[in-house]
């Protein structure tokens, strides 16, 4: 894609993409807080190096990620591994990263609608560690898998 046209995407996408940012973190997020495209492809390349161990991976009912028991499993991965993370959305790779935050900033109870592609990725700072949150609906339920790999939270049980 040549200059011109990723702007015009960038300016196509960037108001939902904050809005949706916002949500997913819970407070108004500004375009200031992004990193810039090249920055966002540049971690984009290392994180795809890093070789991770196989990943475990379960589903849930959708509405059970806003339970304790969900809510545990978070503060478990945060403690494994406490660094920032990196919140990968469909528009982050047009409109750029969110800055680092603390895992325990994002709002596990994002509304089902939220994303049209249904899916988030989370990863470390460091690169270490990734979650997966790939949701849909099937046979008129909303269900969410979960898919959880890397160094500390790899060994983190549900």
Same mark, same amino acid.
């Given at each position: 894609?040549?200059?011109?046209?990723? =702007?015009?995407?960038?300016?196509? +996408?960037? =108001?939902?993409?904050?809005? !949706?940012?916002?949500?997913? #973190?819970?407070? %108004?997020?500004?375009?200031?807080?992004?990193?810039? *495209? %090249?920055?966002?492809?540049? *971690?984009?390349?290392? /994180?795809?190096?890093?070789?991770? @161990?196989? @990943?475990?991976?379960?589903? *849930?009912?959708? !509405?059970?990620?806003?339970?304790?028991?969900?809510?545990?499993?978070?503060?478990?991965?945060?403690?494994? +591994? %406490? /660094? +920032? #993370? &990196?919140?990968?959305?469909?528009?982050?790779?047009?409109?750029?990263?969110?800055?680092?935050? @603390?895992?325990?900033?994002?709002?596990?109870?994002? @509304?089902?609608?939220?994303?049209?592609?249904? *899916?988030? /990725?989370?990863?470390?700072?460091?690169?270490?560690?990734?979650?997966?949150?790939? &949701?849909?609906?099937?046979?008129?339920?909303?269900?969410?898998?979960?898919? #959880? /790999?890397? !160094?500390?939270?790899?060994?983190? #049980?549900?």
């Amino acid at each position: 894609m040549n200059e011109r046209a990723e =702007r015009f995407v960038y300016l196509r +996408n960037l =108001r939902g993409h904050l809005r !949706e940012l916002s949500v997913l #973190v819970g407070r %108004p997020v500004g375009k200031d807080e992004l990193l810039t *495209i %090249p920055e966002t492809r540049a *971690i984009r390349a290392r /994180s795809k190096h890093v070789v991770r @161990p196989a @990943p475990t991976v379960f589903e *849930i009912p959708f !509405e059970e990620r806003g339970g304790n028991r969900f809510a545990s499993f978070m503060a478990r991965l945060a403690a494994a +591994n %406490p /660094s +920032n #993370v &990196y919140l990968w959305t469909g528009t982050t790779i047009d409109c750029g990263l969110l800055q680092g935050f @603390p895992l325990m900033e994002f709002r596990v109870t994002f @509304p089902f609608e939220l994303s049209p592609n249904g *899916i988030y /990725s989370i990863v470390t700072t460091d690169l270490l560690d990734r979650l997966v949150l790939d &949701y849909e609906n099937r046979d008129g339920q909303q269900w969410i898998e979960v898919e #959880v /790999s890397g !160094e500390h939270w790899g060994e983190v #049980v549900y």
